[in-house]
C-alpha cells in the first residue's frame, strides 16, 4: 500500500529533515573528516623544486610570434615549456640524476608566468635534494639542448653559405677568364663585364652574411633562480585533503539524511503522524473530549498499535470533564474511532492501513492519539500506562450503563 504523496519541501522542510537526521548527517561528516586524515595520514611525502630560466631568442630555427600589447614576447614559450619537458631533455637530464627518462618526464612540469619570456620548471621527489637536483637538471639539460639546437642550426646554415660562396667565386673566375678573351668593345666583353660585376657583388654579400655568422654568439637563455631545496612538503596538502574528507562528508550526510527520511516510515515523534499519515494528531484531555463532541459522537473506538487500548482508554477518560457524556470503547460497534500509536514502534504503512481498514467499516477515524515509550511532553507515556492498574470493574461497560 502507498504512501501519500509528499509535499513539496521549502527551506523550513529542509532544516527539519537536518533537525530529525542530525545524528546520521553528523556521523557522515566525522566520517568524511576521518576519511581525510586517514588519507593525509597515509599519503607519500612530496617535495617541489622549482628552477626558473629565462629564454633568449637566438634567431636560429626558433618558432616566433608577433609581437602586440597581448603577446609581448617574440619567443613561443608555450612551444618551448614543451621541449623543456620532451624525451632528448629528460634523456639528457637522466645523465646528471639517473633514472629512466620516460619516468623522470612524469614527475616535471613546466609554467609560463603570463607576459614574460621565463619558464619555471618544477621537479617532484619523495625528498628535498632529490627535487632541487631534478629541477636544476632538467633547467641545464633544456638550455643545453635548445644551445646545441641553435648552434646546429648555425653550423648548417655557415655551410650552405659557404657552399654558395664557392660556387659563385667559380662562376666569377669564369667569367674573368672569358672577358680576358675578348676584346674591349665587344659584346662578349660586356656581357662578361656585367657577370663579373653581378658575382663579385654576390661574393661581397656572402662573405659578410659568412663573417657575421662566424661571429654570431648562441645566447639561450640563462638559469636566474637555481633550484634549492624546499623547506616544506608539497604534498599531501592538509587544507586539500581534510577539506576534501568536509566535503565529501558533507555530501554523504545530505545524501544520507534525505535517503533515509525518504524511505524511513517508523513514527518516532508526534510530527511525524500528520507529516506521514495526513492523519490529525489529537490533542489530550478536555480538548480531546471537545474534538470528539464537536464531531457529534457519543461512543469512540480506541484502536491500539502498539500499545494496549484499554490502558489508552481509561488515561484518556482521566482527563475528561465531569459527565462529558462520551464513552470510549474498545470493542463493539460504533461510528467513530482513534488510533492510539506507540511512537517509536509503528511504521506509517501500518497506521494508514489500519485507518482504511476502519473507514471500511464504517467508521470516522476521527485522528491518532500519539503514545511516546519514553514520556515526551504532550504525550501520553507507555511506562506510565503500564505501570497503573486499570480498575477491575469494566469501565467501557460502566460507561456504557450509565449513559
Known sequence: MSLPPRHSRDLAEYGSVFRRRRSIALTCLLLGVMGGIGLLWTAPTA?????EVQVSPTGLGEQENPVTTRQREALNLD???QIAQSSVVATNASRVIGGDPEELRSLV???VPPNSGILRISFTSPDATGAAEGAQAFADAYLAHRLASAEAVLTERKRA???????VNSQLSTALITMSRHARGTPQRALAAHQETVLARQATALSLRYDILKTTAVTPGTVITPATPPATASEPLPAVYVGGGLFAGILLGVGAAFARDRYDTRLRTPADVERLTNLALLPQGEEFAAVVAAAGHRSVLVEGLGVEPAHVAWTLEEGFPPLSGILLVTAGP???AVLAVALGRIRAPWVIR?????????????GVIAVD????????????LR????????IPQQRRDLL
Open 109 to 111: 612540469s613546466v609554467d
Open 47 to 51: 617535495y617541489l623544486g622549482v628552477a
Open 354 to 366: 489500519t485507518a482504511k481498514s476502519l473507514k471500511r467499516r464504517g467508521m470516522d477515524v476521527l
Open 387 to 394: 505501570s497503573q492498574q486499570p480498575p477491575t470493574v469494566d
Open 161 to 167: 653559405i659557404l657552399a654558395k660562396l664557392r660556387l
Open 373 to 384: 515509550p519514553a514520556g515526551a511532553p504532550g504525550t501520553l507515556a507507555v511506562d506510565a
Open 334 to 336: 460504533t461510528d467513530a
Open 79 to 81: 612551444t618551448e615549456a
